[in-house]
């Protein structure tokens, strides 16, 4: 019902940035939540940030190990989410998952939906 289409991975050195985009389509007058997991290898998926995409639902939220490194933010008409990373260290490397959801809420926790990855790996 709704498809979730990453880019922006890649390699980069420590301290280093990248920015991730993800585009949302189909049915995504349902989505009021956009965010961001990752999973690093051999570790489970993670939160890592999120933005509401409504008018009443636009604030922000961060894991701890991003917060003041990571910025997330949207475009306009809410349906093009992106993450910008600096400073970034070799254990940010991981799979970036761009994830949507109804809620602020639910999205930090069980997203309804998720995009295929994108491959951040940061070198030492």
């Known amino acids: 019902q709704v498809q979730l289409v990453e880019s922006g991975g890649g390699l980069v050195q420590a301290g280093g940035s990248l920015r991730l985009s993800c585009a949302s389509s189909?049915?995504?007058?349902?989505?009021?939540?956009m965010g961001w997991f990752r999973q690093a290898p051999g570790k489970g998926r993670e939160f890592v940030a999120a933005?509401?995409?409504?008018?009443?639902?636009?604030?922000?939220s961060y894991a701890d190990s991003v917060k003041g490194r990571f910025t997330i933010s949207r475009d306009n008409g809410k349906n093009t989410m992106y993450l910008q990373m600096n400073s970034l260290k070799p254990e940010d490397t991981a799979v970036y998952y761009c994830?949507?959801?109804?809620?602020?809420?639910?999205?930090?926790?069980?997203?309804?939906?998720w995009g295929q990855g994108t491959q951040v790996t940061v070198s030492s």
């Open positions: 189909g049915r995504t007058s349902s989505i009021y939540a």
């Open positions: 994830v949507a959801d109804k809620t602020m809420v639910e999205i930090r926790i069980a997203p309804d939906y």
């Open positions: 933005v509401g995409t409504s008018w009443s639902d636009y604030g922000t």
